[in-house]
């Protein structure tokens, strides 16, 4: 979705976290963190974040899998996820021994991505259950689409609203100018559109 650098500079991260006890996730970070009795390797853009098996078999569906199936990434003992940026995988991992992570919202598309390969049915629900409510006129459009993309429902309701009901101010956006020919006409011919005036959509047909 298009959204500005500078229209996230008001937005703090958020805090996610899987409930653990708070003591096994002590120890479970202790071990990551100062690399104690690690025997997995997850490899991203040359960085490489040392791991252990167990902790992501019993937190992870993705890598249970990977383990069961015998492939070449569990004899090795490493895998490489150059489709994740090498920080988002670091703080996903973290998240998986139990931590308090914190998810910068400059990178909320790069999270959605990691959590649609790895599994992360919770991740993904607190980050959508966030997102919702920095949907505005101004990106809906954008939201909307990228909850298509991924099955946000929430998302998807929220931001079709918007672009239903805030119309005329939809198409002021950059979002709106930036759709295909033939979405734009899928918007305009749309039939819960909610029209003000009658020349709105002819406004709308002028400002694309």
Not at 177 to 202: C, G, M, N, P, Q
């Amino acid at each position: 979705m298009a959204t500005k650098e500078e229209d996230l500079q008001g937005i703090q991260p958020f805090q996610a976290s899987l409930k653990y006890d708070n003591q096994i996730s002590d120890k479970l970070l202790d071990l990551l963190i100062n690399d104690k009795l690690t025997d997995f390797q997850i490899k991203s853009h040359g960085e490489i974040i040392k791991c252990h098996r167990t902790v992501l078999y019993s937190t992870c569906d993705y890598f249970a899998t990977m383990f069961n199936s015998g492939l070449k990434e569990a004899a090795e003992n490493k895998v490489e996820m150059d489709a994740i940026d090498p920080h988002v995988i670091r703080v996903i991992v973290h998240y998986l021994y139990g931590a308090k992570v914190k998810i910068e919202w400059e990178k909320i598309q790069a999270y959605f991505d990691a959590c649609e390969m790895l599994q992360l049915k919770d991740l993904k629900r607190e980050l959508e259950q966030h997102a919702v409510r920095y949907i505005s006129v101004e990106n809906c459009i954008g939201w909307y689409k990228f909850a298509e993309k991924y099955a946000l429902d929430n998302i998807c309701e929220v931001a079709r609203h918007l672009m239903l009901s805030e119309f005329p101010n939809v198409c002021k956006y950059e979002e709106y100018r930036a759709l295909s020919f033939a979405e734009v006409i899928d918007y305009l011919t749309d039939s819960e559109v909610k029209v003000r005036r009658h020349d709105d959509i002819v406004t709308a047909t002028i400002q694309w």
